[in-house]
């Protein structure tokens, strides 16, 4: 493929940044998004000088905005839905607006971003999206729930879009990173009403402390989760045999142990109840 043609949203700090500099590197061509380029004029000039373009672009925006947006770009070989961003709180703490929010930016904003993009893959016969879920979708921890449903739904999302879209040659991917020493944790957002004392003093607060005390201290080396998601997409280095044999990459050791001993708890309660599911037939 010459000059593949990637999509990145949310490009502004961590792995959108990362990603979108790796690939530009590589001598690609990089289309990335964030909400304000006047409020990180910093980040579109180190972009621009790599030789990437920017568009501002709201997950929030209307599915018409989002669609056109994605496809005023024309060709694009990788779309990497990574805008997102996490509340912390106790679900009886979630206003209206925070829950609206948090599923618009996580679940719909990647669907019309998706939308955009398809038409063109399929017409072309051609094309990868790779949606970045998260360690929440498949191990929740209390004080996280609005940020777990919703990339829980994003990857639903992906394995039923997965289906649809093999026949015409497009695959998807979805990528489940553990705590990586991003800016993610740097300024966690707080849901805006105060956690009620029984949730402070029980294991949400506890689990609030430790995500506010974890900041600079997390295991992941961000660089080389995006040479991971670099290579797979690519289909070169470690990762790169991992192409098209996939539905799911996981990055760091965290999500690695978690995500594998959910799934065994997961084989270990279809197994003592099989007999029960099995005689609810006619």
Avoid at 58 to 74: A, F, L, R, W
Avoid at 146 to 151: C, E, G, H, R, T
């Amino acid at each position: 493929m010459s000059q593949p043609v990637w999509f990145i949203t949310g490009v502004s700090t961590g792995f959108g940044l990362l990603l979108t500099l790796r690939a530009l590197k590589a001598g690609h061509k990089v289309i990335g998004t964030l909400r304000n380029k006047a409020n990180r004029a910093d980040v579109v000039r180190q972009i621009e000088a790599a030789g990437g373009e920017v568009m501002e672009m709201d997950m929030t925006e209307s599915q018409e905005s989002i669609q056109q947006k994605v496809k005023s770009v024309g060709r694009i070989d990788y779309l990497i839905n990574n805008a997102g961003y996490a509340i912390f709180g106790c679900l009886e703490q979630m206003s209206e607006k925070e829950t609206n929010t948090q599923i618009s930016t996580n679940v719909f904003g990647p669907i019309y971003a998706m939308q955009g993009a398809l038409e063109g893959m399929r017409a072309r016969r051609s094309g990868l999206i790779v949606n970045i879920s998260s360690i929440a979708a498949k191990d929740p921890l209390p004080a996280n729930p609005l940020y777990a449903a919703s990339k829980a739904a994003l990857e639903g999302i992906s394995e039923s879009l997965a289906k649809e879209v093999e026949e015409f040659g497009i695959s998807v991917l979805i990528v489940n990173p553990g705590a990586f020493r991003t800016a993610f944790l740097g300024q966690p957002q707080m849901a805006e009403k105060p956690i009620p004392d029984d949730y402070k003093n029980g294991v949400a607060g506890a689990v609030i402390k430790k995500f506010s005390e974890a900041d600079g201290k997390q295991i992941g080396d961000p660089e080389k989760g995006v040479e991971r998601i670099f290579e797979i997409v690519t289909g070169e280095g470690l990762a790169g045999e991992l192409k098209g044999k996939v539905l799911r990459l996981v990055i760091g050791e965290d999500a690695f142990t978690r995500m594998k001993k959910n799934t065994e708890k997961l084989v270990h309660d279809y197994t003592i109840q099989e007999k029960v599911a099995l005689s609810t037939g006619y």
